[in-house]
């Protein structure tokens, strides 16, 4: 019996020995980058919490001198229609970068209303619509004036040979 102590102080050593001689645990990964910052969670939609909410929510730069406060405001006019009198248009721009673009054919009973974003292009002479809902193609506008915008194709270009083609600031 005089011997377990002996063992006890023995066996706590080895212990302790062993305990020493583990090797060093495996360094952790490096923990994941925080997400980044996005406006609003309401904001980013289904996409909230996400790394790609931070992208959605980068808006293109304007031009140098393009004030967008200044071009922001209502925009109408009668554009030119194949196969009736015309469509009467009238757009809202809003300096957050929306916009609302409502369509009633004349002698129709043919109404749209459009809602999504807009960009200028680096030249500051072209406003992109872009609309919310993508089985609508974007549209485009020349930039005539601050009161003026010119209805081009759906390539940006000056549709040829059509008459008054222009939306003006209401």
Same mark, same amino acid.
């Given at each position: 019996? #005089?011997? !377990?102590?002996?063992?006890?102080?023995?066996? +706590?050593?080895?212990?302790?020995?062993?305990?020493?001689?583990?090797?060093?645990?495996?360094?952790?990964? =490096?923990?994941?980058?925080?997400?980044? +910052?996005?406006?609003? *969670? #309401?904001?980013?939609?289904?996409?909230?919490?996400?790394?790609?909410?931070?992208?959605?929510?980068?808006?293109?730069?304007?031009? +140098?001198?393009? =004030?967008?406060?200044?071009?922001? &405001?209502?925009? #109408?006019?009668?554009?030119?229609? #194949?196969?009736?009198? &015309?469509?009467?248009?009238?757009?809202?721009?809003?300096?957050?970068?929306?916009?609302?673009?409502?369509?009633?054919?004349?002698? !129709?009973? !043919?109404? *749209?209303? *459009?809602?999504? *974003?807009?960009?200028?292009?680096?030249? &500051?002479?072209?406003?992109?619509? =872009?609309? =919310?809902?993508?089985?609508?193609?974007?549209?485009?506008?020349?930039?005539?004036?601050?009161?003026?915008?010119?209805?081009?194709?759906?390539? &940006?270009?000056?549709?040829?040979?059509?008459?008054?083609?222009?939306? !003006?600031?209401?």
């Amino acid at each position: 019996m #005089a011997h !377990r102590p002996m063992i006890r102080l023995a066996l +706590a050593t080895l212990a302790c020995a062993l305990a020493a001689c583990r090797p060093d645990p495996e360094p952790s990964p =490096d923990p994941a980058p925080e997400p980044l +910052a996005s406006a609003t *969670t #309401a904001d980013a939609g289904a996409l909230g919490g996400t790394d790609a909410s931070a992208v959605v929510h980068h808006a293109p730069k304007d031009p +140098a001198g393009f =004030d967008r406060k200044a071009f922001a &405001g209502a925009f #109408a006019g009668t554009l030119p229609c #194949a196969d009736c009198p &015309g469509i009467d248009t009238s757009m809202q721009i809003g300096d957050d970068g929306t916009f609302r673009l409502t369509e009633t054919w004349r002698d !129709r009973d !043919r109404r *749209t209303e *459009t809602a999504g *974003t807009w960009t200028i292009d680096a030249d &500051g002479t072209r406003l992109q619509l =872009d609309p =919310d809902s993508k089985e609508a193609d974007d549209r485009w506008f020349e930039i005539v004036s601050k009161d003026e915008i010119r209805m081009l194709d759906t390539n &940006g270009e000056a549709i040829a040979g059509t008459p008054n083609t222009s939306l !003006r600031r209401g």
